[in-house]
């Protein structure tokens, strides 16, 4: 009965720990991804503020006459 309550009690079940670091790790992974997403968003609206008359589609060249028509 003593070592049950000590175990209930007293030591750490190592497959919580694993699971703790694990979750701690995945965390640390998505602020670093955040932080890599938001400075990418940053440089892209620092883009788009520097020409903003200058439009997505302006290098793609689409012929009206050959293009499909809209499902509807």
Known sequence: MAKALLGYVGGSDPRL????RRL???V???ESEL???Q???DALNDAV???PRESLLDGIDIDVHQAEP???
């Open 17 to 20: 720990l694993a699971e703790m």
């Open 24 to 26: 701690q790790q995945r």
């Open 28 to 30: 640390q992974d998505l």
């Open 35 to 37: 932080v890599r997403i």
């Open 39 to 41: 400075s990418e968003n």
């Open 49 to 51: 503020a520097q020409h």
């Open 70 to 72: 809209a499902l509807t």
